[in-house]
């Protein structure tokens, strides 16, 4: 999923680099989401390591 966020964040890059700012702001939108997305995902399963690899 952070892959995805890195790849809408490069085409948000390239959208604006050639003046695509509807486009740009698309996909930047998308990356954030997926980027929150991964955070809360990693730290759900981070916890459920930590509550299941007790004795």
Do not use: C, R
Request: proline share 2%.
């Amino acid at each position: 999923m952070l892959h995805y966020a890195v790849v809408f964040f490069v085409i948000a890059l390239i959208a604006a680099l050639f003046g695509f700012g509807g486009i740009a702001a698309g996909a930047v939108e998308i990356a954030k989401v997926l980027f929150f997305i991964f955070i809360i995902l990693a730290a759900i399963t981070f916890i459920y390591n930590l509550i299941k690899s007790k004795p």
